[in-house]
């Protein structure tokens, strides 16, 4: 029991810090409950999309290149051109549908705040599903809690950056800024999510190659496992690194690119007759 509540904890407890996190650094204006709330609720057919057009995407460049999880060039190629803009794509989309058009939307920090909801969201369902169907749930509690919240939550903050930009842009009437910052808000998460995905996976077949080396070559190959093990270390520092840096400052720097937003309040009754007098 005590460790079914461990993994629950590390499964959720990251994604609700990181958002409050993020709520508390929104000092400008903060979003309603129910913008963020429609974000959430976007994100859960998007993160179904998500899975679906991975799996087919997989199968399509299995049967084209001929590869498959256990060559370090197909994982490549799957995280960079598959799981990276996929998954970017279908973030990007849960916040812009419900967040485009509204009047809430007018602060430079805004766009962090609801990238950063779908990504949080995305990572939430993604956690409970991995921890539910892992053989050593604890670990990969632990290792998801240390590793892949942070790493979609700086995804969503770069996103939110460039986000805000296009909107920004759009309210200028520049087209071109606007596609190109929506472009980006893709690309550079994608990218990184890319690069972070290649480093883990490619252990698997690092390993494979490793177990049916013979003499010297094991050395070789245990030099590889352990470069790259390193690689992943200085990459989840310096998420972490650039994960603060980056929100902070743009807490910082926010400001009001459109007038305030006004929330409606709710009406009050008033008793227009508090005699009773016709």
Same mark, same amino acid.
């Given at each position: 029991?005590?460790?079914? /509540?461990?993994?629950?904890?590390?499964?959720?407890?990251?994604?609700?810090?990181?958002?409050?996190?993020?709520?508390?650094?929104?000092? &400008?204006? &903060?979003?309603?409950?129910?913008?963020?709330?429609?974000?959430?609720?976007?994100?859960?057919?998007?993160?179904?999309? %998500?899975? /679906?057009?991975?799996?087919?995407?997989?199968?399509?460049?299995?049967?084209?290149?001929?590869?498959?999880?256990?060559?370090?060039?197909?994982?490549? $190629? #799957?995280?960079? $051109?598959?799981?990276?803009?996929?998954?970017?794509?279908?973030?990007?989309?849960?916040?812009?549908?419900?967040?485009?058009?509204?009047?809430?939307?007018?602060?430079?920090?805004?766009?962090?705040?609801?990238? =950063? %909801?779908?990504?949080?969201?995305?990572?939430?369902?993604?956690?409970?599903?991995?921890?539910?169907?892992?053989?050593?749930?604890?670990?990969?509690?632990?290792?998801?809690?240390? !590793?892949?919240?942070?790493?979609?939550?700086?995804?969503?903050?770069?996103?939110?950056?460039? #986000?805000?930009?296009?909107?920004?842009?759009?309210?200028?009437?520049? &087209?071109?800024?606007?596609?190109?910052?929506?472009?980006?808000?893709?690309?550079?998460?994608?990218?990184?999510?890319?690069?972070?995905? =290649? $480093? !883990?996976?490619?252990?698997?077949?690092?390993? =494979?190659?490793? @177990?049916?080396?013979?003499?010297?070559?094991? @050395?070789?190959?245990?030099?590889?496992? $352990?470069?790259?093990?390193?690689?992943?270390?200085?990459?989840?520092?310096?998420?972490?690194?650039?994960?603060?840096? =980056?929100?902070?400052?743009?807490?910082?720097?926010?400001?009001?690119?459109a007038p305030a937003y006004k929330k409606p309040q709710k009406k009050k009754i008033?008793?227009?007759?508090?005699?009773?007098?016709?």
């Amino acid at each position: 029991m005590g460790i079914a /509540i461990i993994i629950f904890v590390l499964a959720t407890v990251p994604a609700i810090v990181l958002f409050t996190m993020t709520r508390k650094l929104d000092k &400008k204006e &903060k979003e309603s409950p129910g913008l963020l709330v429609s974000i959430m609720l976007m994100e859960i057919p998007f993160l179904i999309a %998500t899975i /679906i057009a991975e799996g087919l995407l997989q199968s399509a460049l299995s049967f084209t290149t001929g590869g498959d999880m256990n060559n370090i060039i197909f994982v490549a $190629l #799957y995280c960079f $051109l598959i799981i990276g803009p996929a998954e970017e794509i279908f973030k990007l989309l849960g916040a812009k549908i419900p967040t485009w058009r509204s009047r809430e939307f007018n602060c430079k920090f805004d766009g962090i705040v609801y990238c =950063t %909801t779908s990504a949080l969201t995305f990572a939430f369902i993604e956690n409970i599903m991995y921890v539910l169907t892992a053989n050593g749930a604890l670990v990969t509690a632990i290792m998801r809690a240390v !590793c892949c919240f942070p790493g979609h939550f700086m995804y969503g903050v770069i996103m939110g950056v460039f #986000y805000s930009r296009a909107k920004i842009a759009d309210n200028f009437g520049l &087209k071109k800024k606007k596609n190109l910052n929506l472009f980006l808000a893709v690309l550079i998460p994608a990218l990184i999510h890319g690069l972070y995905d =290649t $480093l !883990c996976f490619s252990m698997t077949p690092l390993y =494979t190659l490793y @177990d049916h080396a013979k003499g010297s070559q094991k @050395d070789v190959f245990m030099v590889e496992i $352990l470069a790259m093990f390193l690689l992943l270390i200085l990459v989840i520092i310096g998420t972490y690194i650039t994960l603060f840096i =980056t929100v902070i400052k743009q807490s910082k720097s926010d400001y009001y690119f459109a007038p305030a937003y006004k929330k409606p309040q709710k009406k009050k009754i008033v008793n227009e007759n508090p005699d009773g007098l016709e």
